[in-house]
């Protein structure tokens, strides 16, 4: 039977220069123990690139890269699969750029507190992932098993695909998690508003994480950030269809329970039900 209450904490991750891994690491872990120990949360989602301070770190005297940040994955691995076990949470460690032969991937990575790894590679590239660091979009769209059921890891500027979040419903999806980084008030505005409309158009809930801060690297130099927590616009949901959201651009925690329950009412009989309503025969939907 799948479980009732689960609670989520969502970071607004503030990105600043480092010295080296350890020193990221510490703040990480930080974050980590706020959502385990002062939230008891079941699963902490860490924003998109929230590794990106690790390319402030000078390489034989040169800035880092995004292949430099990429050589960091192993102790990522390690890091976020040691603090899964020990502190007994999932977490959504963000995305970490992963090499694998001459392509280079922004991925996102769940680590449970069994040992189990979930990866989710970004299927949709901004223009600066394209051209500035010359990133490859993954191919498949992956669901991962949680104590209340499916989820989907849909990474930034994925979430503003409707077609992708349908088909995570159509397979099952409750939860949309979004780990993202925005570097404008246009960017966050984007990420924001098209999450709302997915957790009304999939009756799901849609949780962000973002960064905040600044990075003395090019594409990475300023971050506009607003973790929330999202839900559809109905009873017995808030009548804004926010269940919990940080202060703009401070660095923080926010949590709150999802009730599977009531998201399951919802979606069998709302106000109204956007997904028993989809005219199929416009547009049809695999499932």
Request: aromatic fraction near 8%; proline fraction near 5%; include cysteine.
């Amino acid at each position: 039977m799948s479980q009732r209450y689960y609670r989520v904490a969502a970071v607004q991750f503030a990105l600043k220069p480092v010295a080296s891994f350890t020193e990221w690491a510490a703040q990480a872990e930080a974050y980590v123990c706020t959502a385990r120990r002062e939230f008891d949360a079941e699963c902490v989602v860490l924003p998109e690139y929230c590794t990106a301070s690790l390319m402030s770190i000078p390489v034989g005297g040169r800035p880092g890269t995004a292949q430099d940040a990429a050589a960091y994955a192993p102790r990522y691995v390690e890091l976020f699969k040691g603090l899964a076990a020990r502190e007994g949470l999932a977490i959504l460690a963000g995305t970490q750029l992963v090499a694998e032969g001459n392509k280079l991937y922004n991925t996102a990575h769940l680590f449970h507190p069994d040992g189990r790894i979930d990866t989710q590679r970004k299927l949709h590239l901004t223009p600066t992932e394209v051209r500035a660091w010359n990133l490859d979009a993954g191919d498949a769209l992956k669901l991962v098993e949680l104590p209340f059921g499916k989820a989907a890891l849909l990474t930034c500027y994925d979430i503003e695909f409707p077609e992708l979040a349908r088909q995570a419903r159509a397979r099952g999806a409750r939860v949309l998690f979004c780990p993202s980084c925005t570097d404008d008030r246009h960017g966050f505005h984007r990420v924001r508003y098209t999450a709302q409309a997915r957790a009304i158009e999939n009756q799901v809930y849609v949780i962000v994480s973002m960064t905040v801060g600044s990075l003395p690297i090019d594409n990475l130099r300023a971050h506009q950030g607003q973790a929330a927590i999202l839900t559809p616009c109905d009873y017995p949901f808030p009548t804004g269809g926010v269940l919990a959201q940080g202060e703009l651009n401070q660095d923080m925690v926010v949590a709150a329970d999802l009730d599977m329950e009531a998201i399951g009412r919802a979606q069998g009989g709302g106000s109204v039900r956007t997904w028993q309503d989809r005219r199929k025969d416009l547009y049809p939907l695999a499932e």
